[in-house]
């Protein structure tokens, strides 16, 4: 699991290969990292958004791939949803809404068989 490191990896596509050759064949990965639609809004609010890597969902699943996880996909959910629940106050709501924040990634190992690193 990784929650935001991702905006900070120069070399992103590689730390995905360390991960994928660590984790079990039947591992999952689940990131979370800054999105590119996030530029601006209150929950990456510019200055710090230009630092920050974002990334699009076919680029995000295109690193997974590369890096050699299978079963890759990019999900939306709503946080505004699980903020009202919480009980955010309704000040701090603009921070969640929109719908389409940071992509969790999600991706499974799946190493071929018999290979000598799995």
Same mark, same amino acid.
């Given at each position: 699991?990784?929650?935001?490191?991702?905006?900070?990896?120069?070399?992103?596509?590689?730390?995905?290969?360390?991960?994928?050759?660590?984790?079990?064949?039947?591992?999952?990965?689940?990131?979370?990292?800054?999105?590119?639609?996030?530029?601006?809004?209150?929950?990456?609010?510019?200055?710090?958004?230009?630092?920050?890597?974002?990334?699009?969902?076919?680029?995000?699943?295109?690193?997974?791939?590369?890096?050699? @996880?299978? #079963?890759? %996909?990019?999900?939306? =959910?709503?946080?505004?949803?699980? *903020?009202?629940?919480?009980?955010?106050?309704? $000040? !701090?709501?603009? @921070?969640? #809404?929109? %719908?389409?924040?940071? =992509?969790?990634?999600?991706?499974? *190992?799946?190493?071929?068989?018999?290979?000598? $690193? !799995?």
């Amino acid at each position: 699991m990784s929650a935001g490191a991702f905006a900070f990896f120069k070399h992103p596509e590689w730390v995905l290969r360390v991960i994928h050759r660590v984790l079990d064949q039947a591992g999952r990965f689940v990131r979370f990292a800054v999105s590119v639609t996030l530029r601006g809004r209150a929950a990456a609010p510019e200055p710090v958004t230009y630092r920050l890597h974002g990334y699009t969902d076919s680029e995000s699943e295109g690193m997974a791939r590369a890096a050699g @996880f299978r #079963e890759v %996909g990019a999900a939306h =959910p709503d946080p505004g949803r699980w *903020a009202c629940a919480a009980g955010i106050l309704p $000040d !701090a709501l603009a @921070f969640f #809404e929109g %719908g389409k924040g940071g =992509p969790p990634l999600t991706a499974r *190992a799946g190493h071929e068989e018999g290979r000598a $690193d !799995a």
